[in-house]
Every structure is written in C-alpha cells, then in structure tokens.
C-alpha cells in the first residue's frame, strides 16, 4: 500500500508561480510512475503531467507544457509539481497520483493505482 499526501496549493495571480509537493510512503515509491491530475468544478479529472520512476521520461499535458514541471526525489520519496506563469483556467483541485505501470504516455486517471485527497490551486485574474 503507498499513500500519497500532497501538499503547496493556494492561491496565487495570473502569472504568478506555486509550487505543489506530495509525499508517498511505502519502500516501493522509486518503482513507480508520478503523475499529477487536475479537476475543476463541473469538469471530468483531466491529465497534467506524469515521470518515470528514473525521473528520465516526462508526459504533460498540451496546456501546461512549457508552464509546469515535474520532478521528483527518490531518496526523498517526494515529488513536485512547479507551476510558473500560471492561468485563471489552471484553478482546479490537483491530485496526486502513483502507478506501477512504467508508462507516463498513459494519461488515464484509471491507469493509477493510489491517488493523494488533492490541494487547491486557485488563480485570480
């Protein structure tokens, strides 16, 4: 069983940056693919962005890239979700989610094993 805890979200401007953490315990967290989630009120669960268990490969979203960046520590068990020049349309509740499967171009929320309760993330214009 891993369970996942994120953590960092706020509120922030349009433009503006926040940073969204989440730590996962259990021994086997270097194994698995990280993946970050969205979900606004009224809107089905979409993908944001996911890494490897290597932190080699990366997968995001069309409406984050160039914006967002996923890394992750595996001496830490942590990974991180850096968000810069942030959007009114980012505001949504971000989860945190961990699968056993290797590949990050999966981006169905069906494919993850073990999912964190979410942090808000609110963007003023």
């Known amino acids: 069983q891993v369970n996942v805890v994120e953590s960092g979200g706020g509120l922030a401007q349009a433009g503006g940056s926040l940073r969204l953490s989440c730590a996962a315990s259990?021994?086997?967290?270097?194994?698995?693919?990280m993946g970050w989630f969205r979900q606004a009120p009224g809107r089905e669960r979409e993908f944001v962005a996911a890494?490897?268990?290597?932190?080699?490969?990366?997968n995001y979203a069309e409406s984050v890239k160039g914006r967002f960046t996923i890394s992750r520590d595996n001496t830490e068990n942590t990974a991180a979700l850096q968000m810069n020049s942030l959007k009114p349309e980012d505001t949504a509740l971000y989860y945190c989610?961990?699968?056993?499967?290797?590949?990050?171009?999966?981006?169905?929320?069906?494919?993850?094993?073990?999912w964190g309760q979410g942090t808000q993330v609110t963007v003023s214009s």
């Open positions: 259990g021994r086997i967290f270097s194994t698995l693919v």
């Open positions: 989610a961990a699968k056993k499967t290797s590949a990050v171009s999966r981006t169905r929320s069906t494919d993850y094993d073990y």
């Open positions: 890494i490897s268990w290597r932190g080699d490969q990366t």
